[in-house]
């Protein structure tokens, strides 16, 4: 598996090769689709694929895959009879030696299919083995799915007007007035160094159909459902690959509502995860005692032991700050990581706690 670094590495040389990691102001990179243009190994871009693939414990998986020629994608996944579904934005290429389209961006584990012909795909199982019943078929048409997911990228704010430059792909859209807006606006125009600059930008939201706020139509539209965080020193190119949960030294940015910053001649408040000879095992301070302990992790899940720690007494404010992080590892239940930020929810899908991987500065 490759490291992080190695990870960030292969995604800036991809990038400064791709179309799709510059933002651009055409009617394309808004999510409009364009004539249809001959891609990779004869595929017929942009495209929509569809079909109902198998499942071991549900009636089927509903696939949703959209291609742009830009060598971006977004896909959309149904649990048919589960009433699970899994939004997910990245980048695709083609292995032109197997005909084989790689996604990838979106997790550690790339998905790949086979390439039958330009409207029909073929899902490849983690043995590059494929199935007939595992495919994907074109119409030729192209109708991009409503996506709702964890985004980041770079927003612009100048004369009333918003858009959200994605990272993973790209594209670039305008932000809807409505949700959760006002705090993202609120944040970046207090965080912005000037008008219409550039700001790393991370919130819960849906890319829509929504009317074009000049002429007629509609137009793919960013809805922003809950505000992150907005980050200054972060940029795209930084956010290309997602950082691993274990072996990550996570700065703690958050804990519920309160923001949380090191104390002069302490040490930085953090959490990190190890994973060393089938043991995981995680560490954590606000800068005060040691915080010790094991975790286990099941899929989107997670599960932190009572900790082990240190006895130091620890002034005001570090000693309240210390039994919040306690209380939070405690109730922390599903976890979810967005390029170098890592969030942590309790059991009723509430967000607790909110990190940044230090080393990906």
Known sequence: ????????????????????????????????????????????????????????????????????????????????????????????????????????GASEMPLQFEILAPDRLRLLDTLNQSQSSQELVSDGTFSPADVTLTLGGEMTYMADAASFTECMTGRRYP???????????????AAASEPGARLYVTFDGSIVDRPRMEGAGTERTVVVNRYIKVWPDQRCERAMAHAALSNTYWRVVRLGDAPVAATEGRREPHLVLREADGRSSYSATVGCNQLAGSYSVDGPGIHFSPAATTLLPCPPPLDALERTLGLTLAKAARWSITASTLELFDAAGQPIALFEAVYLR
């Not at 409505?178 to 125009?189: I, P, S, T």
């Open 175 to 189: 932000i809807a007035f409505e949700g959760d807006f006002v705090k993202l606006e609120r944040a970046y125009l």
């Open 1 to 104: 598996m490759l490291k992080a670094y190695e990870m960030i590495a292969m995604a800036l040389v991809i990038c400064a090769v791709l179309p799709a990691c510059k933002a651009t102001d055409s009617p394309e990179a808004a999510g409009s689709p364009s004539a249809s243009t001959i891609g990779a190994q004869g595929l017929r871009l942009p495209a929509t694929f569809l079909g109902n693939l198998p499942c071991s414990d549900c009636r089927a998986v509903r696939w949703h895959l959209d291609l742009w020629a830009e060598q971006g994608y977004q896909l959309r996944r149904e649990w048919v009879g589960r009433d699970l579904d899994r939004d997910e934005v990245g980048r695709w290429r083609v292995d032109p030696g197997r005909n084989v389209l790689v996604l990838y």
